[in-house]
């Protein structure tokens, strides 16, 4: 099933929803329709009971030269209202609103600023070798307001964090894997199908559990050390599960970890 609205693009099979940034004449950059647009595809994705993972792509040789200067000059509003208030809840931050189902990225190419933002708001990275990244916020004149400040240092520590921001130079996609901020660089002809094998190994697992993790991920992720595992306790602790159902759960783990070894 594909939705080809203009600006972005859904393909929804095998229980994955791929969501692609179709505005390759202007490296994907983010105006107000194409986020309308982005915004109303996760959410589809995320309400269909035939999804359980989200992957986010761009079409072109950019994954997303981040927001359009031109649409910001206009007086088009609709980026600059996502920037969130003290009231704001944590998880309705960034992006996307709170998405219980995983997110992965799949980088095709440039991400820089707006669209840095776009892929340090997904759960984790799966980078092209063509892939760059970039934070140039402060070479534009502008402050981030989805999260950069927060989420890349999480992922690349606070000094080397510092360091993208302030000088806005670019990484390659090797550095990038160095440093954390991806899991795999993968060949640029192998980004998707590889993308969408570890989508579908998340695919075959227990969906429950699995968005139960995710929500303890991400509401640990402003907790001390103590905290955090006071919340992993209570969780565990109201969690209910079928004894019957776990053992055969746990044949079929140790049948697949001898597949892959």
Known sequence: MTDTADLVLLDIADRIATITLNRPEARNAINGDLFEQLVAAVARAEADDAVDVLVLTGNGPAFCAGLDLKSLGSGDTRLTDTAPTTETPVRDRGPFTSIS???IGAINGFAITGGFELALACDFLVASEQARFADTHARVGLQPWWGLSVLLPQAIGVRRAREMSLTGNFIDASTALDWGLVNHVVPH???????????????????RAIRRLLATYEE???????????LEAEVAGAWTTDAGEVEARRDAVMARGRSQS
């Not at 002809?189 to 969906?207: H, K, M, N, P, Y």
Request: no cysteine; net charge negative; hydrophobic share 40%.
């Open 220 to 230: 640990g992720e402003f907790l001390t050390g103590g905290e955090a595992w006071l």
């Open 101 to 103: 189902k995983p997110l």
């Open 189 to 207: 002809d192998e980004l998707l199908g590889f993308t969408r094998q570890l989508a579908s190994d998340i695919v075959s697992g227990d969906q």
